[in-house]
């Protein structure tokens, strides 16, 4: 692995995220513990989730520049979320990281990265 690179550019840069939202979010819609949060229009959902993404992972700050501060934990605070609803966010986007095709240790990496994040927003026991 490339450790000077970011991980934006690891995951592909812009089509890299864009795949791996694409993938991610069929996967969510389906999951009986997390499906129901989201709104059946997703389009939106999914753009915010690439803007953020892109950022996160060293990228353009695309989400700070159109919506502010990520603040994402108070924007998760509307949503029940537990323990069990941050692991099949998780799982969810490691079935979405295998599909796109990403390489195992990058992608347990990621599932690494994005784990502290997932269960911060945790609000519901």
Same mark, same amino acid.
């Given at each position: 692995?490339?450790?000077?690179?970011?991980?934006?550019?690891?995951l592909?840069?812009?089509?890299? $995220?864009?795949?791996?939202? #694409?993938?991610? /979010?069929?996967?969510?819609q389906?999951?009986?513990?997390?499906?129901? &949060? +989201?709104? =059946?229009? $997703?389009?939106?959902?999914? #753009?915010?989730? /690439?803007?953020?993404?892109?950022?996160?992972?060293?990228?353009?700050s &695309? +989400?700070? =520049?159109?919506?502010g501060h990520?603040?994402?934990?108070?924007?998760?605070?509307?949503?029940?979320?537990?323990?069990?609803?941050?692991?099949?966010?998780?799982?969810?986007?490691?079935?979405?990281l295998?599909?796109?095709?990403?390489?195992?240790?990058?992608?347990?990496?990621?599932?690494?990265?994005?784990?502290?994040?997932?269960?911060?927003?945790?609000?519901?026991?």
């Open positions: 692995m490339n450790y000077r690179a970011s991980l934006y550019e690891l592909g840069g812009d089509e890299g $995220i864009r795949r791996l939202v #694409e993938a991610f /979010y069929p996967k969510v389906k999951d009986p513990l997390i499906g129901p &949060l +989201f709104p =059946d229009n $997703i389009e939106p959902v999914m #753009e915010k989730q /690439y803007m953020f993404l892109s950022q996160f992972f060293g990228g353009p &695309l +989400f700070s =520049d159109q919506h990520p603040m994402m934990r108070a924007r998760h605070m509307p949503f029940p979320i537990t323990h069990e609803k941050a692991d099949a966010w998780l799982a969810c986007m490691n079935e979405a295998i599909e796109v095709g990403v390489e195992h240790e990058l992608r347990l990496f990621v599932i690494e990265r994005l784990s502290g994040p997932a269960h911060h927003f945790v609000n519901t026991d």
